[in-house]
């Protein structure tokens, strides 16, 4: 158990519809990021939040939003889902704003749409 | 933005010495690491290097780091049927987080007994 926690495993889905998948980072991680990671594509950096504020943002789609809690969980939307957003979606969470440390990974999301 | 290319693919009998290539474009890379994903599972930190190294060491795992022609190479000594996995290069630029790690597209080892 690396520490981050992300819900569900699992998600299947229609296309047109839309999810929420959620990540509780690492006790005293104060940053979250969101990659996803696809056949083709390899890991795709998303997004990046540091104590409840965007710091980075990577290739993440308009139709893909997410935000950072106060109590540090993070939440990542998908909507209007289309087939090629079928991916396995991870968070990960470090101590720091940065690389420093690298980056602790949770056991991912895997969406499925149909 | 920075580009991190590795192969995709490597087969080696158990008990020989696997090594993993990388490159990276961006020359200010300053934190470099090896991330271990098996199946089912999410990515495991194995080990890094900054750039202010050569060479890293730990336990059968030695990083090797070329700053001038940017390559990063990862060794595996005795390799295990267990080593068999995905194995991610993420490099960093610094340390502000106005830029998260970037991964390469993984390398899959096959360890063959």
């Known amino acids: 158990d690396s520490g981050v926690t992300q819900t569900p495993k699992h998600l299947i889905t229609a296309t047109g519809q839309r999810v929420t998948l959620r990540c509780s980072p690492r006790?005293?991680?104060?940053?979250v990021y969101w990659y996803q990671q696809s056949l083709d594509q390899g890991l795709q950096f998303l997004i990046q939040y540091y104590n409840g504020e965007e710091r980075a943002k990577g290739n993440i789609l308009e139709r893909f939003s997410a935000q950072q809690f106060p109590d540090l969980h993070s939440e990542l939307n998908l909507s209007s889902l289309e087939l090629g957003d079928s991916a396995l979606y991870f968070c990960?969470?470090?101590?720091?704003?940065?690389?420093?440390?690298?980056?602790?990974f949770g056991s991912g999301t895997r969406l499925t749409v149909v | 933005g920075e580009d991190v290319e590795q192969s995709l693919f490597l087969s080696v009998r158990e008990g020989d010495s696997s090594v993993i290539n990388c490159t990276y474009t961006?020359?200010?890379?300053?934190?470099l690491y090896w991330y271990k994903q098996e199946p089912g599972a999410g990515l495991q930190l194995l080990t890094y290097?900054?750039?202010?190294?050569d060479m890293k060491q730990d336990q059968r795992l030695t990083v090797l780091l070329n700053k001038k022609d940017k390559h990063l190479s990862l060794r595996i000594a005795d390799t295990q049927t267990g080593d068999s996995a995905i194995y991610f290069c993420a490099v960093g630029v610094e340390d502000t987080g106005r830029r998260a790690l970037t991964f390469g597209s993984g390398t899959r080892l096959q360890v063959q007994p």
């Open positions: 990960a969470s470090s101590a720091r704003q940065g690389s420093y440390y690298g980056y602790t």
């Open positions: 290097i900054f750039s202010n190294m």
């Open positions: 006790s005293g991680d104060l940053s």
């Open positions: 961006d020359s200010s890379s300053t934190y």
